[in-house]
């Protein structure tokens, strides 16, 4: 730096603590000047704080965007021409849905939903990237250049200002041990640099229409996004109901629980002195559809008879198809079941397990107990 200009940084530094310390009165610019000055400052604030947001929104896990800042600035410095995307939450979910309705499979109808809506989420997850690339081009990057470019240029004439006018109050202060020739030129130089400042905050303010175009710009992004995905919402809510309805019209499918193991404890200890016990016929529970909270069905009194059926020869039966004789009266009482009364002949269609049968009486078709029947012409193995 040369002498003089050594000397110019001393008359602003001597200045500004007279000023500040001292209070001594620099000179006064225009209310107008200070207005305009006002507006700028505000301006400056709106853009800053309203970038940040916008990139909030758009993207608004911070850790996420820390990386994401990370790995472009990595790319730039190894020259890849495509940046790593930012990770949508839209994605991540949609990923999900996808991995666990491939592992419930195709026969789930819980597994299509979720493929389906697995679907939909990443086709919002891209609708949601174009917005991005959208918003960035039309929104954020303007801003960016307005604070990069005018808002800075306005600075730093605002600053230039504050400067010459410090040099010029110090030598206006000094008048007589100044020549006049410097504090001519000083003089000069302030009023050059108000001028260059006001300027460049007039046209700033004056052509503020261009922010209001590039906000217009992101709410069309916005509209365009929403469209989107309300059209993929829309086909992926009348998926699902159909899917529901085509779920409710199937049969369901019942439940056939598998027969519990006899379990053998061995010869029971005889506790009345040695005299054997008449122990009642056992039911096992398991040989029904029903849950054990209700009552187990018994035979008919008219079936217990001393010349039970066992003891007659069975009356004749059709050779020509398996069936069997009713040996109870059996009262359905869950849909799928048969009803029959004593003495029926029921033809067999299939055996269900070792308990239950499948057969049809009189056109309709249903399952029942098998010990509720004797066999007459047993199903072909």
């Given at each position: 730096?040369?002498v003089a200009?050594l000397?110019?940084?001393?008359?602003?530094?001597?200045?500004?603590v007279?000023?500040?310390v001292?209070?001594?009165?620099?000179?006064k610019l225009?209310?107008?000047?200070?207005?305009?000055e006002?507006?700028v400052?505000?301006t400056?604030?709106?853009?800053?704080?309203?970038l940040?947001?916008?990139?909030?929104?758009?993207?608004?896990n911070?850790?996420s965007?820390?990386?994401?800042?990370?790995l472009?600035?990595?790319?730039?410095?190894?020259?890849?021409?495509?940046?790593?995307g930012?990770?949508q939450?839209?994605?991540?979910?949609g990923?999900?849905?996808?991995?666990h309705?491939?592992?419930?499979?195709?026969?789930?109808?819980?597994?299509?939903?979720?493929?389906?809506a697995?679907e939909?989420?990443?086709?919002?997850?891209?609708?949601?990237?174009?917005?991005?690339?959208?918003?960035k081009?039309?929104?954020?990057?303007p801003l960016?250049n307005?604070?990069?470019?005018?808002?800075?240029?306005?600075?730093?004439?605002?600053?230039?200002?504050?400067?010459?006018?410090?040099?010029?109050?110090?030598?206006?202060?000094?008048?007589?041990?100044?020549?006049d020739?410097?504090?001519?030129?000083a003089?000069?130089k302030f009023?050059?640099?108000?001028?260059?400042?006001?300027?460049?905050?007039?046209?700033?303010l004056?052509?503020?229409?261009?922010?209001?175009?590039?906000?217009?710009?992101?709410?069309?992004?916005?509209?365009d996004?929403?469209?989107?995905?309300v059209?993929?919402?829309?086909?992926?809510a009348?998926?699902?109901?159909?899917?529901?309805?085509?779920?409710?019209?199937?049969p369901?499918?019942?439940?056939?629980?598998k027969?519990?193991?006899?379990?053998?404890?061995?010869?029971?200890?005889?506790s009345?002195?040695?005299f054997?016990?008449?122990?009642?016929?056992?039911i096992?529970a398991?040989s029904?559809?029903r849950?054990?909270?209700?009552?187990?069905?018994?035979p008919?009194?008219?079936?217990?008879?001393?010349?039970?059926s066992?003891?007659?020869?069975?009356p004749?039966?059709?050779l020509?198809?398996?069936?069997?004789k009713?040996?109870y009266?059996?009262?359905?009482?869950?849909?799928?079941?048969l009803?029959?009364?004593?003495?029926?002949?029921?033809?067999?269609?299939?055996?269900?397990?070792?308990?239950?049968?499948e057969?049809?009486?009189?056109?309709q078709?249903?399952?029942?107990?098998?010990s509720?029947?004797?066999?007459?012409?047993?199903?072909?193995?």
């Amino acid at each position: 730096m040369s002498v003089a200009g050594l000397k110019k940084q001393f008359y602003k530094a001597s200045q500004l603590v007279s000023e500040k310390v001292g209070g001594a009165e620099g000179t006064k610019l225009d209310d107008d000047f200070k207005e305009m000055e006002k507006k700028v400052d505000v301006t400056s604030k709106a853009v800053t704080e309203v970038l940040a947001r916008t990139i909030e929104y758009l993207q608004p896990n911070p850790a996420s965007r820390a990386k994401l800042t990370m790995l472009n600035t990595v790319s730039k410095i190894r020259g890849q021409v495509k940046n790593p995307g930012y990770p949508q939450s839209e994605g991540l979910l949609g990923e999900c849905m996808i991995r666990h309705g491939k592992e419930l499979g195709g026969e789930s109808n819980f597994g299509d939903a979720l493929l389906d809506a697995g679907e939909s989420m990443k086709r919002l997850a891209e609708v949601k990237d174009s917005l991005d690339i959208e918003v960035k081009q039309n929104f954020i990057d303007p801003l960016q250049n307005l604070c990069d470019k005018d808002l800075k240029e306005i600075q730093h004439h605002l600053k230039k200002l504050e400067g010459r006018r410090l040099d010029f109050d110090y030598k206006k202060k000094r008048q007589g041990k100044i020549p006049d020739e410097e504090l001519r030129q000083a003089m000069e130089k302030f009023e050059e640099s108000k001028e260059v400042a006001e300027t460049s905050m007039h046209n700033l303010l004056e052509t503020d229409i261009e922010q209001v175009s590039q906000l217009s710009a992101l709410v069309d992004a916005q509209l365009d996004y929403h469209r989107q995905a309300v059209q993929i919402l829309d086909e992926l809510a009348d998926k699902l109901k159909r899917r529901m309805r085509e779920a409710s019209s199937r049969p369901k499918r019942e439940y056939k629980p598998k027969p519990r193991e006899p379990l053998d404890l061995g010869e029971p200890e005889q506790s009345n002195g040695g005299f054997p016990c008449t122990t009642a016929p056992k039911i096992t529970a398991s040989s029904s559809f029903r849950s054990s909270d209700k009552p187990t069905r018994t035979p008919s009194s008219r079936s217990m008879r001393a010349d039970d059926s066992r003891d007659l020869p069975p009356p004749p039966a059709p050779l020509d198809q398996p069936s069997c004789k009713a040996l109870y009266d059996f009262e359905p009482e869950n849909d799928g079941e048969l009803g029959f009364h004593e003495g029926d002949i029921i033809t067999l269609t299939n055996q269900i397990d070792e308990n239950w049968y499948e057969g049809m009486l009189h056109g309709q078709s249903g399952f029942f107990p098998l010990s509720y029947v004797e066999v007459l012409v047993p199903l072909p193995q």
